[in-house]
């Protein structure tokens, strides 16, 4: 059974940026593709971004796209989002999560497509 920590959430203003982290025990992170999604206060879960396992292919929500970058170092377990030009609307609880199929060539977008999941980090962007 894996366990995701993230890391790397706080506060900053906008136009600023923060760098996420997603380390992974109990199990290797290098087999299997990742996601992060976030959840905003009143709204449900949205995806955010994902990458394959070998980080090959990646994977945007239109809102985050040319401001976000997702990357993975699998040496040391760990799935990185880059968030540059916050908005006060990118604030939420983000959550990493991992496939529960190594080695898949794609990646859905769907909470269900993925099967473990961190306690997440709240990121807050003020105006």
């Known amino acids: 059974q894996v366990q995701l920590v993230e890391s790397g959430g706080g506060l900053v203003q906008a136009g600023g940026s923060l760098r996420l982290s997603c380390a992974a025990s109990?199990?290797?992170?290098?087999?299997?593709?990742m996601g992060w999604f976030r959840q905003a206060p009143g709204k449900e879960r949205e995806f955010v971004a994902a990458?394959?396992?070998?980080?090959?292919?990646?994977y945007y929500a239109d809102s985050v796209k040319g401001r976000f970058t997702i990357a993975r170092d699998n040496a040391k377990n760990t799935v990185y989002l880059q968030m540059n030009s916050l908005k006060p609307e990118d604030t939420a609880v983000y959550y990493c999560?991992?496939?529960?199929?190594?080695?898949?060539?794609?990646?859905?977008?769907?909470?269900?497509?993925?099967?473990?999941w961190g306690q997440g980090t709240q990121v807050t962007v003020s105006s």
């Open positions: 990458i394959t396992w070998s980080g090959g292919s990646t």
């Open positions: 999560a991992q496939s529960p199929f190594p080695f898949a060539q794609a990646m859905g977008r769907r909470s269900g497509d993925f099967g473990s």
């Open positions: 109990g199990r290797t992170l290098s087999r299997y593709g």
